[in-house]
């Protein structure tokens, strides 16, 4: 099977456009191809070897696997990191969410603030981190943070712990932690860092189970229900955990950002005003929806 014989099976699944990129990423990152290459007809010339893994990754990718799980791995701002079926595979709002929370942190704490005057060190909180990718990306690019990332998941857990160390984000750390759980008013995971955060950030689970029927099975079938869905009758549950946790352990003026549904918008924005939180704004993803929330502890 060549690349376009790929691209034609996989279309009825995908779209012709998803197809394409699909193929384009499988020929670039497991067997060096680029798009020029592939226009001159390069893959017809793999060595037997390559085109025996070449027919046992099409075969995962026609039942409908994620590429991403086929190959191991997903990009999240310009980074390379591991997934399997234990966490979401990182999505592009996410990235924008990650890019919004970076250009407000980074005014948060500029040398001469207040806030900076008031405080020696910084850190950093992200809920229901699974990959890491989050908690990882802003430890990166705050070497000088201490970036605490928490999940109910030890599966989950093991795989952000591998990815910090794979990328070498030695200012991170990852702790279990049932954020709608009261142990988590009584006794942290984070202990004692009461009111000590200078940033929470979470993308938690917000897709209604009613929405499952719409979803594809790509989604469906391969990425872990626990990280996605909420019931119909409580679907902002997670937000109200995390505007209390904001609440209790936010530095005065710290922000906290949340990935949100935009069918949910004005809901959970009413919610953080119920608790007390100021400058609440949403943002619109690249596609025109509201995906995302800010808001400032007073």
């Known amino acids: 099977m060549n690349h376009r014989e790929l691209i034609a099976a996989l279309t009825p699944l995908h779209g012709a456009g998803e197809a394409r990129a699909i ?17 001159l007809g390069k893959d017809t010339t793999l060595s037997p070897n ?8 099409a075969e995962r990718l026609l039942v409908g696997e994620p590429v991403q799980h086929v190959l191991g791995y997903a990009y999240f701002c310009g980074r390379r990191f591991r997934v399997t079926p234990d966490v979401l595979i990182p999505r592009p709002e996410t990235e924008e969410l990650v890019a919004w929370a970076t250009e407000l942190y980074s005014s948060f704490v500029t040398p001469h603030s207040s806030f900076v005057i008031r405080h020696s060190s910084f850190h950093l909180l992200d809920l229901c981190t699974g990959s890491g990718c989050i908690a990882i990306t802003l430890a990166l ?14 599966a989950a857990l093991a795989i952000a712990r591998d990815n910090a160390h794979t990328l070498n984000a ?3 750390e990852f702790l279990k932690c049932n954020i709608l759980s009261e142990d988590t008013e009584s006794s942290p995971p984070w ?8 940033l929470l950030m979470a993308n938690p ?8 029927t719409t979803m594809s099975p790509t989604v469906l079938d391969y990425e872990p229900s626990l990280a996605l869905f909420v019931p119909d009758d409580d679907p902002l549950r997670f937000y109200r955990a995390i505007a209390a ?4 352990y936010l530095l005065p003026g710290a ?12 809901q959970t924005r009413s919610l953080f005003e119920s608790f007390g939180y100021t400058d609440i704004q949403l943002r619109d993803d690249r596609f025109g929806r509201p995906r995302m929330l800010c808001a400032q502890m007073p």
């Open 141 to 154: 690019a705050f070497p000088q943070a201490h970036v605490v990332g928490v999940d109910i998941s030890d």
């Open 23 to 39: 193929v384009r990423m499988v020929m670039e990152e497991r067997f060096g191809l680029s798009q020029t290459d592939l226009l």
């Open 191 to 198: 202990g004692a860092l009461e009111r000590g955060f200078s």
């Open 170 to 172: 030695s200012n991170v």
């Open 245 to 248: 946790i904001g609440r209790r």
């Open 255 to 266: 922000p906290l950002l949340v990935e949100i549904n935009a069918a949910l918008a004005d």
């Open 50 to 57: 390559d085109r025996a893994e070449m027919e046992k990754i």
């Open 205 to 212: 689970p917000y897709v209604l189970d009613s929405e499952a």
